[in-house]
């Protein structure tokens, strides 16, 4: 049966994929999207347009690139970076670490992201968000870049803190001087570390030199 046309009608001539919506006047014909397109509302209206979230390239967020000295770190140290994530992206994955290596290299390495309160942190709890596989330190005076193994989807704006350690002595890295701050937990090393932790904070007058976040974006 053919439809009907005409004011307040169907429009005439349909074609295969086509799809009708009313305007409030009149019914409109939307002719059928492309492969991977889905049906979003703008205005008011259905359209044609991108279901999901869009990824973005990889960037790079750099929470202290400043002149360091030659610094050693003991086994039970970590010592925190901050920086805040851009809001420009509702959502975000952190997919690698980069620190600045001393000029004496052992063992392995672990770098870790975690969610905080503020900065310098007021809250001991803190959630952590990403982390690198045990990594070896490779490469004195070198800046050594490691893959994340995992990371947690954050919400853009959020604050977020990395940190470095070490499986044992003979690795140093690369510091800076800073006003005393609360940004040091005492923590034995581990290469499974705890998805929460509650140590206090301690001051200290070091912070991690030349500490850089990568990430993709989502929105």
């Not at 670490?97 to 000029?103: E, L, M, R």
């Not at 905080?116 to 490469?139: E, F, H, M, R, Y």
């Not at 044992?168 to 937990?185: D, E, H, R, V």
């Given at each position: 049966m053919p439809l009907l046309t005409g004011t307040g009608r169907f429009p005439a001539n349909p074609v295969t994929g086509d799809l009708v919506y009313f305007d409030g006047t009149n019914w409109v014909r939307l002719a059928i999207g492309t492969t991977g397109q889905a049906i979003i509302v703008t205005g008011g209206i259905p359209a044609w347009g991108t279901a999901g979230l869009a990824e973005s390239a990889e960037q790079s967020l750099a929470t202290a690139l400043?002149?360091?000295?030659?610094?050693?770190?003991?086994?039970?140290?970590?010592?925190?970076?901050?920086?805040?994530?851009?809001?420009?992206?509702?959502?975000?994955?952190?997919?690698?670490?980069?620190?600045?290596?001393?000029?004496?290299?052992?063992?392995?390495?672990?770098?870790?992201?975690?969610?905080?309160?503020?900065?310098?942190?007021?809250?001991?709890?803190?959630?952590?968000?990403?982390?690198?596989?045990?990594?070896?330190?490779?490469?004195?005076?070198?800046?050594?870049?490691?893959?994340?193994?995992?990371?947690?989807?954050?919400?853009?704006?959020?604050?977020?803190?990395?940190?470095?350690?070490?499986?044992?002595?003979?690795?140093?890295?690369?510091?800076?001087?800073?006003?005393?701050?609360?940004?040091?937990?005492?923590?034995?090393?581990t290469s499974t570390p705890p998805p929460f932790d509650t140590t206090a904070w301690t001051a200290t007058t070091v912070a991690p030199s030349d500490c850089t976040i990568f990430f993709k974006g989502y929105s």
């Open positions: 400043t002149a360091g000295a030659d610094t050693a770190l003991g086994t039970g140290s970590k010592y925190f970076a901050f920086a805040t994530l851009p809001t420009t992206y509702k959502f975000l994955k952190i997919t690698a670490v980069q620190w600045s290596n001393g000029t004496a290299v052992a063992g392995n390495v672990m770098s870790e992201v975690y969610l905080v309160d503020k900065n310098p942190p007021v809250s001991a709890n803190v959630t952590l968000i990403a982390q690198i596989a045990s990594t070896a330190q490779s490469g004195t005076n070198a800046t050594q870049k490691a893959n994340v193994v995992w990371s947690s989807v954050i919400a853009g704006g959020g604050l977020i803190a990395m940190t470095i350690a070490s499986s044992g002595p003979g690795q140093n890295y690369l510091f800076k001087t800073i006003a005393s701050q609360n940004i040091y937990k005492s923590i034995t090393f």
